[in-house]
């Protein structure tokens, strides 16, 4: 049996693109290792140059198929993919599914794809906790463009656009009620829309409202740029270089703006913030239960009430929270 190594020692090998120790760096990430938090630390100051680019939008609209269709036109570029798949968790293991790896079967061998399946453990948000740490990685080994594909997107499961630089939100037609699918909290978010399943019927009518209401809330949301929307069909090749364009010229866009040193300093605060809660959530998960006893009488006699107890427990764990 191979002996581990430590993480601190895989720092060069990742920067190098050896595909071994960046599945390796990530299954720490995932993890939330202790143990590799200085090799953490470390390949997120050797990050920075990838462009992130988040791929979301309801369940059943194709987002899988679309995106190994979009690395494939990418791959035409000369460019290096890195794809983070964010699936449900397996019910039984708590791990990844894996149906996105399995969908982008026909890129995912492919010597500058690197596809990885990330469980989301019941986190909230459409991401799993540990996906931004898994940016770094894949940012740091050299990948030009980083892929986050979410789980799904609802009015809770937005996350990826507090993640990403160019976020694209996927509708299909025949899904339903169409426009409660767009309304959904995705209109604000996308940078790109990108309508799938393009060979039916009803995809141009879609397109159509999807340019109206985009075109009734630009005056209202400020943007600076109409939001294309992209009529593509995975199954024929139809659009797929046009989507590709429309997100190269987001890239662009945000540079010539000045939009992109501000959304990458949008992006650290958040990242800031979720790590603070998280420190915030292991600590308070460490010391409450040996601290609740007395508190859990006077609630149970009625001396205190749910809220005072509350502010209590936090003034013996965190007291600054409660000053």
Same mark, same amino acid.
């Given at each position: 049996?191979?002996?581990?190594?430590?993480?601190?020692?895989?720092?060069?090998?990742?920067?190098?693109?050896?595909?071994?120790?960046?599945?390796?760096?990530?299954?720490?990430?995932?993890?939330?290792?202790?143990?590799?938090?200085?090799?953490?630390?470390?390949?997120?100051?050797?990050?920075?140059?990838?462009?992130?680019?988040?791929?979301?939008?309801?369940?059943?609209?194709?987002?899988?198929?679309?995106?190994?269709?979009?690395?494939?036109?990418?791959?035409?570029?000369?460019?290096?993919?890195?794809?983070?798949? %964010?699936?449900? *968790?397996? &019910?039984?293991? $708590?791990?990844? =599914?894996?149906?996105?790896?399995?969908?982008?079967? /026909?890129? @995912?061998?492919?010597?500058?794809?690197?596809?990885?399946?990330?469980?989301?453990?019941?986190?909230?948000?459409?991401?799993?906790?540990?996906?931004?740490?898994?940016?770094?990685?894949?940012?740091?080994?050299?990948?030009?463009?980083?892929?986050?594909?979410?789980?799904?997107?609802?009015?809770?499961?937005?996350?990826?656009?507090?993640?990403?630089?160019?976020? %694209?939100?996927? *509708?299909? &037609?025949?899904? $339903?009620?169409? =426009?409660?699918?767009?309304?959904?909290?995705?209109? /604000?978010? @996308?940078?790109?829309?990108?309508?799938?399943?393009?060979?039916?019927?009803?995809?141009?009518?879609?397109?159509?409202?999807?340019?109206?209401?985009?075109?009734?809330?630009?005056?209202?949301?400020?943007?600076?740029?109409?939001?294309?929307?992209?009529?593509?069909?995975?199954?024929?090749?139809?659009?797929?270089?046009?989507?590709?364009?429309?997100?190269?010229?987001?890239?662009?866009?945000?540079?010539?703006? $000045?939009?992109?040193?501000?959304?990458?300093?949008?992006?650290?605060?958040?990242?800031?913030?979720?790590?603070?809660?998280?420190?915030?959530?292991?600590?308070?998960?460490?010391?409450?239960?040996?601290?609740?006893?007395?508190?859990?009488?006077?609630?149970?006699?009625?001396?205190?009430?749910?809220?005072?107890?509350?502010?209590?427990?936090?003034?013996?764990?965190?007291?600054?929270?409660?000053?």
């Amino acid at each position: 049996m191979n002996p581990r190594v430590p993480s601190i020692d895989l720092v060069p090998r990742v920067c190098k693109g050896e595909h071994r120790a960046i599945s390796r760096m990530l299954s720490r990430a995932e993890a939330a290792e202790t143990e590799a938090r200085e090799a953490l630390d470390l390949l997120y100051r050797r990050a920075g140059r990838a462009h992130v680019v988040g791929i979301t939008g309801v369940p059943g609209s194709g987002k899988s198929t679309l995106v190994s269709k979009l690395v494939a036109a990418i791959l035409e570029s000369e460019r290096k993919i890195g794809i983070l798949a %964010v699936d449900p *968790s397996s &019910p039984f293991s $708590g791990g990844s =599914i894996l149906g996105d790896r399995i969908r982008m079967g /026909e890129v @995912a061998g492919h010597p500058s794809v690197f596809v990885r399946s990330m469980a989301t453990r019941g986190a909230l948000g459409g991401l799993a906790h540990g996906t931004l740490e898994a940016v770094d990685i894949l940012d740091a080994a050299g990948f030009d463009i980083v892929i986050i594909e979410t789980v799904g997107v609802g009015q809770d499961e937005v996350d990826v656009v507090r993640a990403a630089h160019t976020t %694209v939100v996927v *509708s299909a &037609p025949g899904l $339903g009620d169409d =426009i409660q699918a767009i309304k959904a909290g995705i209109l /604000e978010i @996308a940078d790109v829309h990108a309508v799938s399943k393009g060979d039916r019927t009803d995809a141009d009518r879609m397109v159509s409202e999807l340019k109206s209401m985009l075109g009734l809330g630009l005056p209202a949301t400020g943007l600076k740029r109409a939001v294309p929307v992209i009529k593509t069909c995975a199954l024929k090749d139809e659009g797929i270089v046009e989507l590709l364009a429309a997100i190269d010229a987001h890239r662009e866009h945000l540079k010539t703006s $000045g939009e992109y040193d501000a959304r990458r300093q949008s992006i650290r605060e958040r990242r800031m913030l979720k790590a603070a809660e998280r420190l915030l959530h292991d600590e308070f998960e460490r010391h409450r239960q040996d601290r609740m006893a007395d508190l859990l009488a006077q609630l149970a006699d009625g001396t205190i009430s749910p809220h005072v107890a509350a502010r209590r427990l936090l003034a013996q764990i965190a007291p600054e929270v409660t000053r």
